[in-house]
């Protein structure tokens, strides 16, 4: 009866993921994932525009996926960036990332479930090992922001909206003033903040609005 039990509830578990990542884990309203890496690269001269622009394309191509699988490489090599540097995270993040779109676009449950597992675990260890990492944050945010309930993962997505309420205020000069709106705007309005948080964050985009 207990391995019965705990087959029916994995064959669930498969078929509400798989249905999730059916529109999972980017949608339409959700902020552009185009997003510059906040002092985070430690060298200005690499360019990541490519990288991110793959990122968002892969959301509705799977063919992007290994373009930016393969630009994450040409970046590392041209770089010579180091393990453990703040742009080997933001490397490593959008990896991740990648991965869990291979779990929207892949056909069996099964494996939609195996990629998504894989790519949360690549971004759940980089945060832990970068918790101040902006960048990485939002794109495990939008990674797990619009799973199920089911998956576990309400705990990551409250922590990574709590994190950039934070960090947001704190980078606002790094970003593009309108993407700065963007991220900032769906954190306040999704993000269930503290009124103290809320209103530094909201102060920032009424300082963008003037």
């Known amino acids: 009866m207990g391995r019965a039990r705990t087959g029916i509830i994995t064959i669930i578990l498969i078929t509400t993921a798989a249905l999730a990542l059916a529109g999972a884990p980017l949608r339409a309203d959700a902020p552009h994932p185009h997003l510059p890496a906040p002092a985070v690269t430690g ?3 690499v360019d990541l525009a490519p990288l991110r622009d ?3 394309q892969s959301v509705r ?5 290994a373009k930016g699988m393969e630009e994450i490489e040409r970046v590392r090599a041209r770089a010579a960036v180091q393990a453990g540097t703040p742009l080997d995270a933001t490397l490593t ?3 991740g990332a990648l991965v869990t779109l291979r779990a929207k676009h892949a056909f069996w449950p099964a494996q939609k479930l195996r990629f998504l597992r894989e790519g949360l675990a690549i971004l759940d260890a980089t945060i832990a090992a970068h918790p101040e990492h902006a960048e ?3 794109l495990r945010l939008m990674s797990c922001y619009y799973l199920p309930g089911i998956l576990g993962r309400g705990g990551s997505v409250r922590e990574d909206f709590a994190a950039l309420a934070r960090l947001l205020p704190l980078v606002r000069a790094q970003y593009p003033p309108p993407l700065y709106d963007a991220i900032a705007r769906f954190v306040v309005e999704r993000g269930r903040l503290p009124a103290a948080e809320r209103q530094a964050l909201e102060a920032t985009l009424k300082r ?3």
Not at 61 to 65: E, F, K, L
């Open 208 to 210: 963008a609005d003037a």
């Open 43 to 45: 060298d200005e001269r």
């Open 54 to 56: 793959l990122y968002l």
């Open 136 to 138: 990485a944050r939002y």
């Open 61 to 65: 191509d799977s063919r992007a996926i």
């Open 93 to 95: 993040a959008y990896r």
